[in-house]
């Protein structure tokens, strides 16, 4: 049974530029939550998707959005980048909302310049 | 947002010792689960507890959720080096999002 996938792995962007980060949660999953993970400010939850529906929100500015599609894979997007936003960004998934076991898929690393 | 609190933040031991942590929440939670994560990757589970007193192992790894239901522990007994990586522990509320600790850096002397 594969397990959560993460795209791209690494990718470098320019302040003021977009990203779209992209997460296929594990066979049979259908909430996908995204963190952010900085050595400063540890793993924040930043939302939370279940049957396409946004279920819960964290505590980031609204240029940190996402989206979740009929066969669950998610996708995140972060506009008009800061050098701040540099970060792992971590898929997690599990079989139902805020289901109480997560599996987290590798990462996206990025770093903005 | 609310964070928990995991001791120690980082430890250095000899391979073969055992290790323990721990993790506390003023929070009562009702999930407790136990990441491993090494440079680069991303966490991975070790050890998920969702019963308070209960007491699981995996391997040479054993993880309590606390009686208190506002704490949890792992322990690693015969510590290798490959054992290196920062632990991380999760709390959840009822029907909640998970909170996470800051972790705890592992390092294996040999």
């Known amino acids: 049974k594969a397990g959560v996938t993460q795209t791209p792995r690494y990718l470098i962007k320019t302040r003021g530029q977009q990203v779209t980060l992209s997460c296929s949660p594990i066979s049979g999953h259908r909430s996908v939550s995204w963190y952010q993970q900085t050595p400063g400010q540890g793993l924040q939850f930043l939302f939370e998707y279940f049957s396409e529906t946004q279920r819960n929100k964290g505590n980031f500015p609204g240029r940190f959005s996402g989206r979740q599609f009929s066969n669950s894979r998610s996708e995140m997007n972060v506009s008009t980048l800061e050098l701040g936003d540099s970060a792992l960004y971590l898929c997690a998934s599990s079989l139902t909302a805020s289901g109480n076991t997560i599996y987290f898929g590798e990462g996206s690393w990025l770093t903005v310049v | 947002g609310q964070q928990l609190n995991q001791s120690p933040q980082s430890m250095f031991i000899q391979e073969g010792e055992d290790v323990s942590m721990n993790c506390t929440s003023s929070?009562?939670?009702?999930?407790w689960l136990w990441y491993k994560q090494d440079p680069g990757e991303g966490p991975v589970l070790l050890i998920a507890?969702?019963?308070?007193?209960e007491l699981t192992s995996n391997g040479r790894l054993t993880a309590q959720f606390g009686i208190t239901r506002k704490d949890s522990f792992l322990n690693i007994s015969a510590s290798i080096p490959s054992d290196v990586g920062i632990y991380f522990c999760?709390?959840?509320?009822?029907?909640?999002?998970?909170?996470f600790g800051p972790g705890t850096r592992l390092s294996v002397l040999p």
């Open positions: 507890l969702y019963k308070a007193g």
């Open positions: 929070s009562i939670f009702n999930t």
């Open positions: 999760a709390g959840q509320e009822n029907g909640q999002n998970f909170v």
